[in-house]
């Protein structure tokens, strides 16, 4: 089987999920990284960091692109643990992919945040200290600093080899 892993990774969480996913299956890796010139493959692996509830506009455009193929969609965000959010993001995602194509499953887990996030909601906070969505927020952001971790990254490739067995059948 030939593989694709194709990823876009702005503060490398996305990029941890993506070297776990190539260490289930180098032996059948053509190429992982940034997305370039597309190489035929029997099953892609695509994932991408959360940009304002999307995937990013390099993400959306392979997507776009892609016609008749097997695809596995995976992605981090900041803002993790909820079935029913990374349920909408894949939805999302899901909306660039043409019909053509055949969507195995995704996979999300959260990722850490750049300090300027923090920072930008600490300082909102003390302009608005009785704001709960922002306390949500602060709170949220040091319960995904550590993000991913190993267990994360484990699931990852779990779900790796189930996708690998979808694209089999």
Known sequence: MKICIYYD???GNTKKIADAIYETCKD??????KPQKLQEADLYFIGSW????NCSSVIQNLLSSLKNKKIAYFGTCGFGGS????ASLYQRAKNQIDASNVILGHFFCP???PEAIKDRYVKL???HPEDKKLQVSLKNFEEV???P???DLNKAQSWAKEMIKEALQ
């Open 9 to 11: 990774s702005i503060t």
């Open 28 to 33: 059948e890796v053509l190429y992982c990284g």
């Open 50 to 53: 959360t940009d304002k509830g």
């Open 83 to 86: 079935s029913e959010y990374y």
């Open 111 to 113: 990722g850490k945040m």
């Open 125 to 127: 906070l003390q302009e």
């Open 145 to 147: 600093k550590t993000r």
């Open 149 to 151: 971790n190993t267990e």
